[in-house]
C-alpha cells in the first residue's frame, strides 16, 4: 500500500495518522522477524501490530462513518416511573415503566465494535470473513489493559497477519464505499 492509495481519506491529519500507523507496522514487522529478541518480545511486538492493525480499521470506519452513515442509535429510557410495591415481584431488581427513546450515540461511543457490527448487520458492506479478522484484531487489543486475562488469546504470527490482511480489507472496502 502506497501513501496515494489513501488520499481519499480527506481528513489530512487522520491520513497522516494511519500512514504514520501504517509505517510503524512495518517497521516492528521487521524488528519481530529478527530471531534475536526474545521469544516474550517477538509476542509483545506481535500485540502491538495488532493493536495498530485495529487501531487503523476503527479510524478508518469512523472515517467512513463520519463521510456517509445514517446515524448509529442507541437506547435510552425517559420518564422512568418505579411500579407500586404491590406490583413489584420481591426482587431486588424493581419493576418500572419508562418511555424508550432512540437517539444518535455520540463520536467517543462509536468504538470498533459498534462500528463492526453497523457496517455488519445494518450496512452489510463487511462481509463475515473480514468481520472475523477484525474481531480477532480487537480482541487481542482488549489485551493491552493490564488487568485484562490473555489467557486463551495466543498472538501468533498467523493472527498478526489476519489483522494487517484486514487493514487491506477495511481500507479497500472503506474507499469503495465512498
Not at 512495518?26 to 518480545?41: A, C, F, Q, V
Not at 420518564?79 to 415481584?89: G, K, M
Request: glycine fraction near 2%; charged fraction near 25%; hydrophobic fraction near 40%.
Amino acid at each position: 500500500m502506497q501513501p496515494t492509495d489513501l488520499l481519499f481519506i480527506s481528513d489530512i491529519p487522520l491520513r497522516k495518522k494511519i500512514i504514520n500507523a501504517i509505517d510503524t507496522i512495518s517497521g516492528l514487522y521487521l524488528i519481530e522477524k529478527d530471531t534475536n529478541y526474545p521469544r516474550e518480545l517477538s509476542k509483545e511486538i506481535r500485540r502491538t501490530i495488532v493493536l495498530y492493525a485495529a487501531s487503523i480499521i476503527e479510524a478508518s470506519l469512523l472515517f467512513l462513518y463520519k463521510r456517509k452513515a445514517s446515524p448509529i442509535l442507541k437506547t435510552e429510557y425517559a420518564d422512568v416511573h418505579t411500579l407500586p410495591l404491590s406490583l413489584q415481584n420481591g426482587s431486588q431488581n424493581k419493576l418500572v415503566i419508562a418511555r424508550q427513546v432512540q437517539s444518535p450515540r455520540d463520536e467517543r461511543e462509536l468504538m470498533l465494535d459498534v462500528l463492526l457490527k453497523f457496517y455488519t448487520s445494518k450496512e452489510k458492506i463487511i462481509p463475515k470473513s473480514l468481520a472475523e479478522k477484525i474481531i480477532k484484531a480487537k480482541d487481542i487489543r482488549n489485551t493491552f489493559h493490564l488487568s485484562k486475562s490473555r489467557s486463551g488469546l495466543v498472538v501468533s504470527a498467523k493472527v498478526m497477519q489476519l489483522s494487517t490482511d484486514a487493514v487491506y480489507e477495511t481500507i479497500v472496502i472503506v474507499k469503495n464505499s465512498l
